[in-house]
């Protein structure tokens, strides 16, 4: 079995824990997030500490002994504190701005892109060329983000494009005559 696997989850206080007929449901103060149980995994939970095992000892059991408990983690994590991730715009007149549901980027096309935000996630611009995707889901914030860095992702000639905050962009020199 995996470290990952071996290393329990502890449950804060104001966490909920259901399991139901495979059915796993993780309730906090910033939502609710379920998930399907792997049929080969065991979940048991004593004192606010969840523990994982497999139920026999096929190299699949033991493997998805270890994603399990960092799904369930990760859904821990998310209703109690949340995932955020920030992405910067470089480029002369890219900028962007929240209207209702839909995030407004203007990005150098002949028209202006509308994202529209799924349900569970928030979307804030502090400034014209910032975006901080928040939510309770790790990987519904991760996606979008993806989705969002798509439309214009950075250049290597330039760096002209959307980011993530911090992220290094490997540039390419110019070709020379």
């Not at 004593?46 to 033991?62: A, E, Y």
């Not at 990987?139 to 950075?154: K, T």
């Amino acid at each position: 079995m995996s470290r990952i696997a071996k290393s329990p989850v502890e449950l804060p206080a104001g966490v909920e824990f259901k399991n139901s007929n495979g059915e796993l449901t993780i309730k906090g103060k910033n939502g609710e997030l379920t998930s399907e149980l792997f049929e080969c995994v065991n979940v048991e939970l004593n004192d606010n500490v969840l523990s994982f095992s497999p139920k026999d000892t096929s190299k699949k059991s033991v493997a998805l002994t270890g994603t399990q408990r960092s799904i369930i983690n990760n859904m821990v994590v998310g209703v109690t504190t949340g995932f955020e991730k920030k992405l910067e715009l470089r480029g002369v007149g890219y900028r962007t701005q929240v209207k209702g549901k839909s995030l407004n980027l203007t990005l150098g096309f002949s028209h202006p892109v509308n994202y529209d935000i799924p349900e569970g996630i928030t979307i804030e611009t502090p400034s014209q060329t910032e975006i901080t995707v928040k939510g309770c889901d790790k990987q519904l914030v991760g996606q979008v983000a993806a989705d969002i860095r798509d439309y214009r992702s950075p250049e290597p000639y330039k760096g002209k494009g959307i980011r993530y905050l911090g992220e290094h962009v490997v540039m390419k020199e110019a070709k020379k005559k």
